[in-house]
């Protein structure tokens, strides 16, 4: 007799091992109750982030994108750093009881799916009730110097006896050992400390940073998937730990194979490239009549469907161009005959000769060419969004789609403080005279 579905699902359950659940999950959460199918797969956990800037607000962001509620705390008059860092700013609506030039861009690029708690720790009482958080949450992220947060009682040690099975991450210019360790450390002093900047630019031109915060974005992600495996550790053992991220680290190790030749070799880097490739002939960006193209010419099956779309099928036999090798020794002849035939040509009109050919080929777009590109469309990566006190925005989307789960930005950034009572009503239990108490004295805003 064929089972059921609902017997087999019975039967799979009862299979299935237990997991320990830290005696505060069953006070507080269901992180470790089994979830809806196509719920989020961080529903039910929650994140005390106290972070600023880039690196650890894009680490919360992810968190938050898939289901985690994240708590942001920020300073209660000035907020996050970013907050001021414009223009450009949405600006408030008509009748918005918000003053000033709106919420800046750079803001609301890492801060979606997050709740604004305007917190001051330099009174006690704002101490007080961030170890009430912390052991009421799953996760806390903070990015300040090492050390700094131990005479508030904020550190991991402190945190880790309030509540022993919180993940407590720690993001960092350098880390929390070393002889930098206390440097203070923003993504592109990282980026020329630690080898980027050396290998990034023309190749008769100075070093230059990449044109995005690179390390910091490299860092959030890093830390967010060691944020998630720290809780798959946790679901083994009950036990939570502290995650040391450093800005430094992931620089040196996102160097990838440039790192790896420098290391079987024991020789230089071959210093910057622009946009060709030290192994590799062509490969690389060529002007057009309008613009730029990048043609990726990686074999040299590719580099024969390149020479019949630039209408050269004599270089396929040519010894010079025969082999990738031969073409590296004649880099420069090669490439310039390339842009002479490519300089004739608009942009547009090269993607065209060369659409299902099968060769990698790309028009090199600018930042809105790239938000209104109808793949990007296609992909969902823009989205708008109502935002309470500014109306309509655009926001970037989360970028991975799951077959079951469905992230998405739930809630458009918060304004400063914007769910201050909301989180010490609901999460602490505390009256609006308290609050309001706490107001005046300027713990809270």
């Not at 945190?159 to 930098?180: C, D």
């Not at 730990?241 to 790896?260: E, G, K, R």
């Not at 992230?407 to 602490?428: A, F, M, N, Q, W």
């Amino acid at each position: 007799m064929p089972r059921l579905p609902c017997q087999g699902l019975q039967f799979a359950r009862a299979k299935r091992p237990r997991r320990p659940i830290p005696p505060c999950h069953r006070q507080f959460t269901g992180s470790a109750a089994p979830s809806a199918l196509g719920s989020l797969p961080l529903e039910g956990y929650r994140v005390l982030d106290m972070t600023r800037v880039l690196a650890g607000p894009y680490c919360t962001q992810i968190l938050g994108d898939l289901g985690a509620e994240v708590i942001k705390i920020e300073h209660p008059t000035r907020g996050d750093d970013t907050r001021a860092w414009g223009p450009p700013y949405a600006t408030y609506k008509p009748g918005s009881a918000h003053e000033g030039p709106g919420e800046s861009a750079y803001f609301l690029a890492a801060n979606r799916n997050k709740k604004s708690l305007a917190l001051s720790f330099q009174d006690p009482a704002g101490v007080e009730i961030l170890h009430k958080l912390a052991a009421k949450c799953d996760i806390l992220v903070e990015n300040y110097i090492p050390g700094s947060l131990k005479k508030y009682g904020l550190d991991f040690e402190t945190i880790h006896k309030i509540n022993p099975a919180l993940i407590y991450a720690s993001i960092t210019g350098y880390g929390q050992t070393g002889p930098y360790s206390q440097r203070p450390g923003y993504d592109v002093m990282v980026e020329a400390e630690f080898g980027l900047m050396h290998i990034t630019g023309c190749r008769d031109g100075p070093p230059v940073k990449v044109g995005v915060a690179v390390t910091d974005l490299t860092t959030g992600l890093y830390t967010s998937n060691s944020i998630m495996a720290a809780l798959l550790a946790r679901a083994k053992t009950g036990k939570g730990q502290h995650i040391d991220a450093a800005l430094s680290d992931c620089q040196t190790v996102t160097l990838a194979n440039i790192a790896s030749s420098c290391l079987i070799s024991g020789e230089r880097d071959t210093g910057r490239w622009g946009t060709a490739h030290p192994s590799i002939v062509p490969y690389r960006s060529f002007k057009t009549k309008d613009g730029d193209i990048l043609f990726g010419g990686g074999n040299d099956r590719l580099f024969g469907i390149l020479c019949d779309g630039l209408r050269r099928p004599e270089w396929k036999e040519d010894p010079k161009y025969k082999v990738n090798s031969s073409r590296v020794a004649h880099r420069d002849e090669l490439e310039a005959e390339i842009e002479k035939i490519t300089t004739t040509k608009t942009t547009q009109e090269w993607l065209d000769i060369f659409e299902g050919k099968g060769m990698p080929y790309a028009a090199v777009n600018d930042i809105l060419g790239t938000l209104t590109h109808e793949h990007t469309k296609a992909r969902d990566m823009v989205v708008e969004v109502e935002h309470p006190e500014c109306g309509p925005i655009k926001l970037l989307n989360t970028p991975i789609k799951y077959s079951e789960s469905r992230p998405s930005i739930r809630s458009p950034p918060p304004t400063l403080g914007e769910h201050t009572d909301e989180i010490l009503r609901e999460h602490l239990g505390m009256e609006e005279g308290l609050i309001q108490g706490l107001r005046e004295k300027g713990v809270v805003r």
